[in-house]
């Protein structure tokens, strides 16, 4: 056994970081945010199936087809081959556990580099350990999938600092620019970055922008294509959020102490060793602190904040810890302290185990109604959700009436039509002194079941600001 791990080091911290980033993807009922059914899983449903709830970024231009597009191809895979949506999905959730990999590659990569295979195994073990990282794995956000191509940006970009490579330079261009078309609020962090790999290095600069620019006129081609303007979801989705403040007027902001406060709740008291390691890891990777830091302080100054936002700045900071405690002796006190205050979060514990059984009526409906497509949740305060279906707020009791199901709170007023299913009682992290029973109520078989064109989209609430951009037609 021990012959077998020191000849695939990599491959064993690989298989150790899908062993817990798989089941997530199969079994798991959690979800970081609603962009990920609404706006993506969603929409790549609707590109498959052709029918289903439209929100109003997409009825203004103001998101990218690319990732729904891709969540696509799997689940039209699927439906082709004769599996039910929920396959495509898993499937859909899988792929993306194998493109998290990429932040546990690079860190073995790192601590290998600078310590032998010793700093490789250290690295890289806590990286496909460190929870954040797994948690995030099965979901399709902007901020996980940014990661996922700015930290192989950085190792490649330290790889041609130290080589002089050019397909080295020509990696971390490419993958600066998807970085940036994934998620353009790194911009920032993106040119710090480009600006150490080139340095005064013409050569590298060309390489490098050559490189970025590819991704980014591709993404732009695709706005072209879909939206009939080129790179409309980038300019549109500064203007609204950053210039009009769509973000901060529907959501709210937060004070600055809210990324501090809540890396104190998702790390306890491993937030300590955190620091004190990522400082000594910052010493020989200067490029990845300086690009966490920008990525943390211009979040900071964003009035809307959302502990998702600066998970490409987790991803940098992990691979620095790894780098700073294999350069000593591990210190078992020192690795506890680490690993407990981690693996002992409330916050990790929030998502492995809130609402796992009210979530499972989603599951239910899956297996007893195939066509189901919209289901609409229609009290604010039940906000689990699990991509089987696009699930929304409707904008009033109407808007509802046209869902596919409703999940609900049981004393929740259901328009005619609909057909209780069944009822759960809300499992909580904190149940307080009432539970909640939640049920689920059918209408028919689902668009998908009638014979003719799907129904227009239900209506939603939009933001004033952005009522001059919709596109109709589309």
């Known amino acids: 056994m021990r012959s077998r791990l020191a000849a695939h080091p990599l491959g064993c911290v690989l298989a150790l970081a899908l062993a817990l980033r798989l089941p997530l993807a199969i079994w798991g009922q959690d979800i970081v945010a609603p962009d990920e059914i609404i706006q993506y899983f969603g929409q790549a449903h609707r590109l498959v199936y052709g029918h289903g709830p439209v929100p109003w970024e997409f009825q203004v231009g103001m998101r990218s087809w690319l990732l729904p597009g891709l969540l696509a ?9 004769g599996g039910a949506p929920i396959t495509g999905l898993i499937l859909d959730k899988i792929l993306l556990c194998l493109a998290s990999l990429s932040l546990v590659g690079c860190a073995y990569g790192w601590g290998r580099m600078f310590h032998g295979a010793r700093g490789g195994w250290i690295a890289g073990g806590l990286a496909a350990l460190w929870p954040d990282l797994w948690l995030m794995a099965p979901h399709p956000l902007e901020e996980s999938l940014s990661a996922y191509a700015l930290v192989p940006a950085c190792y490649f970009a330290t790889r041609a600092r130290q080589s002089e490579a050019r397909a080295h330079s020509l990696a971390a261009g490419a993958l600066l620019g998807l970085s940036f078309v994934l998620r353009e609020q790194l911009a920032p962090a993106i040119a710090l970055i480009g600006l150490m790999l080139c340095g ?4 590298r600069w060309a390489l490098a922008l050559a490189a970025a620019g590819l991704p980014v006129l591709l993404a732009g081609g695709l706005d072209w294509l879909t939206w009939g303007q080129p790179f409309r979801s980038f300019w549109l989705n500064i203007y609204l959020n ?8 529907s959501f709210g902001g ?27 890891g910052a010493r020989r990777l200067p490029m990845l602190a300086l690009a966490a830091m920008v990525i943390l302080v211009e979040h900071n100054l964003l009035g809307h904040k959302e502990l998702r936002f600066i998970f490409p700045a987790i991803a940098l900071i992990v691979p620095l810890v790894g780098v700073g405690l294999a350069e000593r002796p591990l210190s078992r006190k020192l690795v506890l302290a680490l690993l407990s205050g981690l693996l002992l979060s409330p916050v990790t514990a ?38 089987l279906f696009t699930s929304t707020d ?26 209780r299913d069944r009822c759960v009682v809300r499992d909580r992290f904190f149940p307080g002194k009432h539970p909640l029973m939640i049920c689920a109520w059918t209408r028919g078989q689902g668009w998908c079941g009638q014979a003719g064109p799907a129904p227009p989209p239900p209506g939603f609430v939009y933001p004033p600001a952005a009522r001059g951009f919709i596109i109709t037609g589309r």
């Open 73 to 81: 191809g799997p689940i039209w895979l699927v439906k082709a081959l």
């Open 200 to 203: 005064r290095s013409p050569r």
């Open 242 to 249: 950053a210039v009009l403040g769509v973000a901060s007027g």
């Open 254 to 280: 937060e004070p600055v102490s809210f990324y501090a406060l809540h890396l104190l709740e998702d790390w306890l008291w491993a937030i300590i060793p955190i620091a004190w390691l990522a400082r000594r």
């Open 350 to 387: 929030y998502a492995l185990l809130e609402d796992s059984s009210a979530t499972s009526l989603y599951s239910a409906l899956a297996a007893r109604h195939p066509c189901l497509v919209a289901v609409g949740i229609v009290n604010s305060h039940f906000v689990p959700m699990t991509p």
């Open 394 to 419: 409707f904008t009033s009791m109407q808007e509802a009436a046209r869902a596919d199901a409703i999940i609900a709170p049981e004393d929740t007023p259901i328009p005619p039509g609909f057909t």
